[in-house]
T-cell receptor
Framework: NAGVTQTPKFQVLKTGQSMTLQCAQD?????MSWYRQDPGMGLRLIHY???????DQGEVPNGYNVSRSTTEDFPLRLLSAAPSQTSVYFC????????????FGPGTRLTVL | DQQVKQNSPSLSVQEGRISILNCDYT??????FLWYKKYPAEGPTFLIS?????DKNEDGRFTVFLNKSAKHLSLHIVPSQPGDSAVYFC????????????FGTGTSLTVIP
């Protein structure tokens, strides 16, 4: 199993550009989430999904969109990138019924100029 | 406002000694708590968890203590090893809410050989 994969590893955008961060998992996990990690702020939940077709907002959803058309994939879209979205983004998955262990991807480092 | 806080951004400990990492939370609805470990350029990995019905949980060298009245939990690592050097995040959730986790700001642990 590849686990949770994220692409790209690094990305530089200009203010106003849009892009999609990709996340895929091959463990058939129902739960998937997106987090951003910023210095002094820890990991903050952006959006999460409890299954295909179901998504909801986390703590910091503004400026981001998600969709979940399949169990495997959970892309995160930045509609109009802003410097405040410079961060490291992590995707995570967890099987239904578990309370604890999320499996994280390696992260995408995004810089918005 | 951050619902889970780790007030010590960094901690240095000699190899073989005890490492104590602390975490405070404000939301009295939280009833499940976790610790994750993160190495540079990798995603976080699950370490240990505790339910609010317990006040202690052990897994090898790692023990988590929960003080519900103080809304405080701590992670003890005994003995500390150089490979334990990483950033440690505590997290909290309400049981039954799936993947809605709230993370702290992280503590960077350095174990000195």
């Amino acid at each position: 199993n590849a686990g949770v994969t994220q692409t790209p590893k690094f990305q530089v955008l200009k203010t106003g550009q849009s892009m999609t961060l990709q996340c895929a998992q091959d463990m058939n996990h129902e739960y998937m989430s997106w987090y951003r990690q910023d210095p002094g702020m820890g990991l903050r939940l952006i959006h999460y999904s409890v299954g295909a077709g179901i998504t909801d907002q986390g703590e910091v959803p503004n400026g981001y969109n998600v969709s979940r058309s399949t169990t495997e994939d959970f892309p995160l879209r930045l509609l109009s990138a802003a410097p405040s979205q410079t961060s490291v983004y992590f995707c995570a998955s967890m099987p239904y019924g578990r309370e604890d262990e999320q499996f994280f991807g390696p992260g995408t480092r995004l810089t918005v100029l | 406002d951050q619902q889970v806080k780790q007030n010590s951004p960094s901690l240095s400990v000699q190899e073989g000694r005890i490492s104590i990492l602390n975490c405070d939370y404000t939301n009295s609805m939280f009833d499940y708590f976790l610790w994750y470990k993160k190495y540079p350029a990798e995603g976080p990995t699950f370490l240990i968890s505790i339910s609010s019905i317990k006040d202690k949980n052990e897994d090898g060298r790692f023990t988590v203590f929960l003080n519900k009245s103080a809304k405080h939990l701590s992670l003890h690592i005994v003995p500390s090893q150089p490979g334990d050097s990483a950033v440690y995040f505590c997290a909290a959730k309400v049981r039954g809410t799936g993947n809605q986790f709230y993370f702290g700001t992280g503590t960077s642990l350095t174990v000195i050989p």
